[in-house]
């Protein structure tokens, strides 16, 4: 019997239609989502699309730079951070506490931006 429910489980599974955000608020928080299990690849491809239709929004531009940090990505990263900076100068002490930019904590562009008296 628990063969049979797991098979008939799969199946309706198997045919679930996937899941297609639409609009800025799905694709950023979908984005967040797969930042948070770990998937940072995905997470910038939807986080990239949140960008394309709010360009300069500050939580998408944060988003963005701590899933590019943590996908070894650093440019991008940079670019990013100095975008949420700029918008919300609030977003540089965040950074300073994110674990997701530990990756970049020995990086000189780095901690010029987020410790600007250091530099």
């Known amino acids: ?3 049979q429910y797991h098979a008939l489980r799969a199946r309706a599974l198997d045919k679930r239609p996937a899941f297609r955000p639409k609009g800025f608020e799905d694709l950023l928080n979908y984005g967040v989502y797969l930042h948070n299990r770990g998937e940072f ?3 910038l491809k939807y986080l990239h699309q949140a960008a394309e239709i709010h360009p300069k929004n500050e939580h998408v531009l944060y988003c963005t730079a701590a899933a590019a940090a943590r996908a070894g990505d650093t440019e991008t990263a940079m670019k990013a951070l100095r975008g949420a900076i700029g918008a919300n100068s609030a977003n540089r002490a965040q950074a300073r506490r994110d674990s997701d930019f530990d990756p970049l904590r020995e990086d000189d562009e ?5 410790h600007p008296a250091a530099s």
């Open 1 to 3: 019997r628990a063969r």
């Open 110 to 114: 780095f901690v010029s931006l987020v």
């Open 41 to 43: 690849q995905d997470a």
